[in-house]
């Protein structure tokens, strides 16, 4: 079975601070990855995607993610934080079409 | 554009209450999914549809049931409450395939006493 671990329930950041999640992955096949935001009370929504096109993935908000797979890594970068990205943030795999997600890392900016 | 829409957004229940949670998509969408979300346990697959008139267990599927009315409308079903059911629930749909992402909606927030 495909999972993903995030490594780190709670993420601490100053802002204009470089911002790192980690999510290491679990797969028998070739995976299709994903990362989530949830902000505060609101559902959940896409980041970004990888599905084997480029290995470095650009998404919405100024947030990137690099697969490794000699790591089995998917992390989630933006170089510098905002307060605004203070959110819930959420990796995923896909299991023949269904998402499996990770435990979440929350994300906080101090200002 | 609504996407998916889920009712209620809140709703609190007795232990042995039933109620039916509804979910809608208007993006054309084959697959239909309802998560549960706890606290550091991110989001659990309860049931899913992978298209309209097939149902299928997730990882957490005990205690509720599904329909798949038609293409556009996925419920769930709790049938006796228990306050090991309190949590956030989110209903999201996709296209068919593997590296298609899926679209949530804003959650129901359910509280058993």
């Known amino acids: 079975a495909q999972s993903v671990t995030q490594l780190g329930s709670h993420v601490s950041v100053s802002e204009g601070a470089l911002v790192l999640l980690r999510c290491n992955y679990s797969s028998s096949v070739p995976p299709y990855l994903f990362w989530y935001v949830q902000y505060p009370n609101q559902g959940l929504q896409l980041l970004l995607k990888?599905?084997?096109?480029?290995?470095l993935v650009k998404g919405i908000n100024g947030f990137e993610a690099e697969f490794k797979k000699s790591e089995t890594s998917f992390h989630l970068t933006k170089p510098s934080a905002h307060m605004s990205d203070a959110a819930e943030y959420f990796c995923a795999v896909s299991d023949r079409g269904k998402l499996i997600f990770g435990q979440g890392t929350e994300l906080s900016v101090k200002p | 554009n609504a996407g998916v829409t889920q009712t209620p957004k809140f709703q609190v229940l007795k232990t042995g209450q039933s109620m039916t949670l509804q979910c809608a998509q208007d993006?054309?969408?084959?697959?239909m999914y309802w998560y549960r979300q706890d606290p550091g346990m991110g989001l659990r697959l309860i049931y899913y549809s992978a298209s309209e008139g097939t149902t299928d267990k997730g990882e957490v599927p005990n205690g509720y049931n599904v329909s798949r009315l038609n293409k556009r409308e996925f419920s769930l079903r709790l049938e006796s409450a228990a306050p090991s059911q309190t949590s956030v629930y989110f209903c999201?749909?996709?296209?068919?395939?593997?590296?298609?992402?899926?679209?949530f909606g804003q959650g129901t927030r359910l509280t058993v006493v």
């Open positions: 990888y599905t084997s096109a480029a290995t």
């Open positions: 999201a749909s996709s296209r068919l395939g593997a590296d298609t992402e899926a679209f």
């Open positions: 993006m054309n969408h084959n697959s």
